[in-house]
């Protein structure tokens, strides 16, 4: 059974840097496209960043964050990250991993809810000063 759980959030000032980490379990990490998406009350689940399978998947980011986090994987620790840096309010926003199986060779990734399967219960993000 899959699983994942996120960690990491929390309340950061301005300008400030957090990583987050998503701890996954029940099916092997490299042969699955990995994402990021984030919601605020009342909003749509927006995209951040996502993953493909395998170490050369693609790797897109919203342009929202782009340049500012990074997403990232550790096969061996089941585990996948985003670091975020220059932390705005505008990051404000329950942050969830989410995760699909992708076919043999299929190594892209997209940034829409409907192509993920799994999610996560989600981390609470809050940049306040």
């Known amino acids: 059974q899959v699983h994942l759980v996120e960690s990491g959030g929390g309340l950061v000032q301005p300008g400030g840097s957090l990583r987050l980490m998503c701890a996954t379990s029940?099916?092997?990490?490299?042969?699955?496209?990995i994402a990021w998406f984030r919601q605020t009350p009342g909003k749509e689940r927006e995209g951040v960043a996502c993953?493909?399978?395998?170490?050369?998947?693609?790797?897109s980011y919203a342009s929202s964050v782009k340049g500012r986090f990074t997403i990232s994987r550790d096969n061996a620790r089941n585990s996948v990250f985003l670091q975020m840096n220059s932390l705005n309010p505008a990051d404000t926003a329950v942050y969830y991993c989410?995760?699909?199986?992708?076919?043999?060779?299929?190594?892209?990734?997209?940034?829409?809810?409907?192509?993920?399967?799994?999610w996560g219960q989600g981390t609470q993000v809050i940049v306040s000063s």
């Open positions: 029940g099916f092997t990490l490299n042969y699955n496209a």
């Open positions: 989410a995760t699909v199986k992708q076919g043999f060779g299929d190594t892209s990734c997209y940034l829409q809810r409907s192509d993920y399967r799994h």
């Open positions: 993953m493909g399978s395998s170490d050369s998947g693609s790797i």
